[in-house]
């Protein structure tokens, strides 16, 4: 898959979760679109207590600011495919047919799936 082959608005969130993922040395970052066009983006969150991958972690926090539904979500990652928990995620609260973008550390789109 090439970069081409994104729309603008998803390449926007690629490298929004490229930058969430270099932002905090972490080893993936994710973006979600909801459905009026707002963006989340964040790393993982690895506490004691609470474990959540960058992609589960841009849902929540979608959910948490009043989101109803999302258009898509991207994920930038070393690992070559997402768990399926965090696609469950994504399907949850975007509804079957949501794309989620795989990328690799260097934004390079790898592949997209829809959930």
């Known amino acids: 898959m090439s970069e081409s082959e994104l729309g603008a608005e998803d390449r926007k969130i690629v490298t929004l979760a490229r930058s969430a993922r270099a932002r905090g040395g972490v080893t993936e970052g994710a973006a979600v679109r909801d459905e009026t066009g707002r963006t989340y983006v964040a790393g993982p969150v690895d506490l004691p207590s609470l474990r959540l991958s960058a992609l589960r972690t841009a849902v929540a926090m979608a959910v948490a ?3 109803t539904s999302l258009e898509a979500a991207a994920v930038v990652t070393g690992e ?6 965090d696609l469950a995620a994504v399907r949850d609260l975007g509804g079957a047919g ?3 973008h795989l990328a690799a550390p260097d934004g390079t789109p790898r592949s997209t799936v829809t959930v």
């Open 98 to 100: 949501t794309p989620v």
């Open 80 to 85: 070559l495919t997402a768990p399926d928990e």
């Open 65 to 67: 600011s009043g989101a």
